[in-house]
């Protein structure tokens, strides 16, 4: 899969060259960034840091083995269903049981939930790049015209955004505080 994120640079750094702090216990590959992983791998790296993970390209790879393992059994019983995305009759052996025990008008076919799932990984991988690509044309109008107040906020939004696409966590908005002459006075 190619990484859309290529290219993207802030202060003369790559981004794709950016190293994480992540590991795939399956190929070995070390210093990974939080985005070659699935949103549950970094939770479960969160709530243990020693926990094994597996990268996305292992994830498919795998499930790719076994769609082929379950196609090269053929169908048991010759049982047809009607995918609900392509509309044609297909055997039971290419509905994994999940779709299968939705029922008639609702099951979609091995091929169809993988081309949407790879769609919807597509969509959120441009969706990420274009809003980094917005923040950066909005730091470049805010260093041409800004105040400094301005060049900070939108230096922080890429600085956030490329963060977020490293670490795989979403920055925290902090409150104001209470400020001065707010609040309950003290006794």
Not at 28 to 53: G, H, V
Request: with cysteine.
């Amino acid at each position: 899969m190619k990484n859309i994120y290529e290219g993207v640079s802030h202060a003369g750094v790559a981004v794709s060259n950016w190293a994480g702090d992540f590991e795939c216990s399956v190929c070995k590959r070390k210093r990974l960034i939080a985005n070659e992983f699935s949103k549950k791998m970094q939770e479960k790296r969160r709530k243990d840091p020693t926990a094994a993970l597996k990268c996305k390209q292992c994830v498919d790879a795998e499930a790719k083995a076994e769609q082929a393992k379950a196609a090269a059994k053929g169908p048991a019983d010759g049982e047809q269903h009607t995918c609900s995305a392509c509309a044609k009759k297909i055997p039971a052996s290419r509905f994994t049981k999940p779709q299968l025990k939705k029922g008639p008008g609702k099951q979609r076919c091995v091929d169809c939930v993988a081309k949407a799932q790879e769609e919807e990984a597509t969509a959120g991988q441009a969706d990420k790049a274009a809003r980094l690509a917005e923040a950066k044309r909005e730091a470049e109008r805010a260093d041409v015209s800004g105040s400094a107040a301005e060049k900070l906020a939108a230096s922080a939004k890429v600085a956030a955004l490329e963060g977020e696409l490293v670490t795989g966590l979403r920055p925290t908005v902090v409150g104001r505080g209470r400020g001065r002459g707010r609040g309950r006075a003290r006794r």
